[in-house]
């Protein structure tokens, strides 16, 4: 044989160990990656009322408008706390309401920016003391809920921490973590529920992509327990770093 073909035939198996080495890569990394059942971008939520009940005799805002921290959102003209007030009790103004003490009267104010998303004290409403009485949508507080549905051995793989891909509904991918963990049994396999923060939901510049509510698609990052583990993290961080994935 000659050294040409040697040549040849080095180049040849050394080409199929590399792409047997990549292909064997790529599959152990598919292997520790699962797509959502579900997801959907939420919010932080704010509730709003419970120290005193009673009747809706002003209202500024209705469901759907933008507040700001401070806003005046309703009054409630209440007995209990005419009759509390009577006896002696001093209620001063705070950031969640004012207090009319003659007229026997709280106004009720947002004590966050955000959207209102439910609202029970509308205009002539009666309301009972201890229920929200109104609900916002805190501005800022983005996060993707999301659900998959594991085997007990992939379960035991998912860690706060991990790394999420987030799919939006332009084609666009943001990157996210997870915050918090809650699973349930069904059918023999784990229903897992987690939370996924990114700062990239609160940009400006996805406003419409990132409202509550919309779609979207989480690739979530499991723990890596297989024996290709450390040389998987290696080639793909440096894949990351020259631009390749």
Not at 55 to 71: H, L, Y
Not at 106 to 116: D, E, H, I, N
Not at 172 to 187: D, F, K, P, Y
């Amino acid at each position: 044989m000659t050294w040409i073909n040697r040549l040849r035939l080095f180049g040849g198996i050394l080409g199929v160990l590399i792409v047997v080495a990549a292909l064997t890569l790529v599959f152990n990394q598919r292997q520790t990656k699962v797509t959502s059942l579900d997801a959907t971008v939420a919010t932080d939520t704010y509730d709003v009322g419970a120290a005193y009940g009673g009747t809706v005799i002003k209202q500024f805002v209705n469901e759907g408008d933008v507040v700001a921290k401070g806003d005046n959102l309703f009054t409630i003209q209440s007995v209990p706390l005419q009759q509390d007030l009577s006896n002696g009790l001093e209620l001063s103004d705070n950031e969640a309401y004012d207090v009319d003490a003659k007229a026997g009267t709280l106004t009720y104010k947002a004590t966050v920016a955000g959207q209102v998303t439910t609202l029970k004290a509308k205009l002539g409403n009666a309301l009972g003391t201890g229920a929200p009485f109104a609900s916002i949508s805190v501005v800022g507080s983005e996060y993707v809920d999301a659900k998959y549905l594991l085997s007990p051995r992939d379960y035991d793989r998912v860690v706060e921490g991990s790394t999420v891909d987030i799919l939006l509904p332009n084609n666009q991918i943001v990157t996210g973590t997870v915050s918090t963990i809650e699973v349930a049994t069904e059918n023999a396999k784990a229903l897992t529920e987690v939370r996924v923060d990114s700062k990239q939901l609160t940009d400006a510049s996805l406003d419409n992509l990132t409202k509550n509510g919309t779609p979207v698609i989480a690739t979530l990052q499991l723990r890596d327990d297989g024996p290709l583990a450390g040389v998987n993290d290696q080639v793909f961080d440096f894949l990351r770093q020259i631009g390749l994935k």
